[in-house]
């Protein structure tokens, strides 16, 4: 029992140590999303474990656009500490979207605030202001997309300047429906012609 505790107590003196020695960090990381299939301004873990769906690897299913579908990546929340003087000035979520099996291109990103200051030696970034339906670029029937996230915060280290700090991407994927078929449209025709015929007897 005594060695059990023992590396109880090791393990959580490391993770101080190696929170102390960092200076600073993120140590919680969300993306907020909108869709039509999860609802609205849902928080999805990127490098944290709660609650919430994991967003690495989700699948958000098939979007319609034809029927008013969106998928809308509102913003994120990053919690970050500083340390040992080094001071965190702000922050960001950067996501891409992109159909698979093609080149990604570059990042969009979302400025976060930080309206409750400083909690200790720890700030809450966040912000839900994006409102952009991505359907309305990446929306080829029977297309499936992948959507990159990342966090990013700025610190102004002592005696280095402003660095950056990221989270790992993270990648989660959507389709969108595909276009009726030749033989679908081709029934959709019969059945009005059938329906027209009737309408005249």
Same mark, same amino acid.
């Given at each position: 029992?005594?060695?059990i505790n023992?590396v109880?107590?090791?393990?959580c003196?490391?993770?101080?140590?190696t929170?102390?020695?960092?200076?600073?960090?993120?140590f919680?990381?969300?993306?907020?999303?909108?869709t039509?299939n999860?609802?609205?301004?849902q928080?999805?873990?990127?490098?944290?474990?709660?609650?919430?769906?994991?967003?690495s690897g %989700? @699948?958000?299913g =098939?979007?319609?656009? +034809?029927a008013?579908?969106f998928?809308? /990546?509102?913003?994120g929340q *990053?919690?970050? #500490?500083?340390?040992?003087?080094?001071?965190?000035?702000g922050?960001?979520?950067?996501?891409?979207?992109?159909?698979?099996?093609?080149?990604?291109?570059?990042?969009? %990103? @979302?400025?976060? =605030?930080n309206?409750? +200051?400083?909690t200790?030696?720890?700030? /809450?970034?966040?912000s839900? *202001?994006?409102? #952009?339906?991505?359907l309305d670029?990446?929306?080829?029937?029977?297309?499936?997309y992948?959507?990159?996230?990342f966090?990013?915060?700025?610190?102004?280290?002592?005696g280095?300047?402003?660095? =950056?700090?990221?989270t790992q991407?993270?990648?989660a994927?959507?389709?969108?429906v595909?276009a009726p078929?030749?033989f679908?449209?081709?029934g959709?025709?019969?059945?009005?012609?059938?329906?027209l015929?009737?309408?005249?007897?």
């Amino acid at each position: 029992m005594k060695k059990i505790n023992l590396v109880l107590v090791a393990v959580c003196l490391v993770a101080f140590t190696t929170r102390v020695q960092a200076g600073h960090g993120i140590f919680d990381s969300f993306v907020i999303l909108s869709t039509s299939n999860t609802g609205i301004n849902q928080f999805f873990d990127l490098d944290s474990v709660t609650g919430n769906l994991d967003f690495s690897g %989700f @699948n958000f299913g =098939s979007f319609d656009t +034809g029927a008013g579908d969106f998928f809308t /990546v509102n913003g994120g929340q *990053l919690k970050s #500490f500083e340390d040992n003087g080094d001071e965190v000035t702000g922050a960001r979520i950067h996501w891409r979207v992109y159909e698979q099996g093609t080149a990604p291109g570059g990042f969009t %990103f @979302n400025t976060l =605030s930080n309206p409750g +200051g400083k909690t200790g030696n720890d700030r /809450v970034w966040e912000s839900q *202001l994006n409102t #952009f339906n991505e359907l309305d670029l990446f929306n080829t029937p029977g297309k499936t997309y992948n959507v990159d996230v990342f966090g990013e915060i700025f610190v102004n280290v002592v005696g280095n300047g402003v660095v =950056s700090d990221f989270t790992q991407a993270k990648t989660a994927s959507f389709s969108i429906v595909p276009a009726p078929t030749a033989f679908v449209l081709s029934g959709i025709g019969l059945a009005g012609a059938a329906l027209l015929l009737r309408r005249k007897i």
